[in-house]
């Protein structure tokens, strides 16, 4: 090490050393948060998992009908909202949440959807893209059926080619004031 090198080291700490003269250590002093506050966030927190379970409950994987073997893909529940059915066949409605279900498997999927209905009633949103792109077409059997089986979603179509196309699904779902 050279000699002048040291000499500033050592005179950098002296520097150091003055300049810190005066202060004090800092106290750490504890404080204990009350157990209180962590419960409410764990029931808040299980009390939307809870919500969000109950919306993937709807779909069933069982007693399965063929309808919807024919393409495009489209649903109403009752015959006075047709007229939402047309305008989402003529792309009028625009989705405002989108949903992803590329590689999932059938229950994470139906947990998702689940999850997504529940986010619509809690923000307020009628209209719903889920995307389940082709793949082996289990998810695109699947998800028509799984929707047409809830009964907040008012209707659905096969999405417009700027949203997807035959890959996705466009969904109406009524919101409770």
């Known amino acids: 090490m050279n000699k002048n090198r040291q000499f500033a080291i050592d005179n950098s700490n002296i520097l150091f050393r003055q300049w810190l003269s005066g202060t004090r250590e800092i106290v750490q002093d504890t ?6 506050n ?6 808040r927190f299980k009390r939307i998992l809870f919500e969000q379970d109950i919306h993937s409950n709807y779909f069933s ?26 305008k989402l066949k003529k792309g ?5 949440i989108f949903l992803d279900l590329h590689g999932l498997n059938q229950y994470q999927a139906r ?19 889920i995307m389940h792109g082709y ?6 059997q699947q ?14 179509h096969q999405a417009p080619r700027t949203f997807g196309n035959d890959a996705a699904i466009i969904a109406i779902i009524e919101i409770h004031s």
């Open 31 to 36: 404080i204990f948060h009350s157990r209180l």
């Open 38 to 43: 962590k419960v409410n966030k764990n029931i």
């Open 61 to 86: 994987f069982y007693k399965r009908k063929d309808f919807f073997k024919e393409n495009p893909v489209s649903y109403i529940r009752n015959k006075n909202s047709i007229n939402v059915l047309k």
């Open 92 to 96: 009028q409605y625009y989705p405002d």
């Open 111 to 129: 947990k998702k959807l689940g999850q997504l209905i529940a986010i619509c009633h809690k923000e307020k949103i009628f209209c719903a893209h």
């Open 135 to 140: 793949g082996k077409n289990i998810l695109k």
């Open 143 to 156: 998800i028509p059926f799984w929707l047409s089986q809830h009964p907040d979603i008012v209707a659905f």
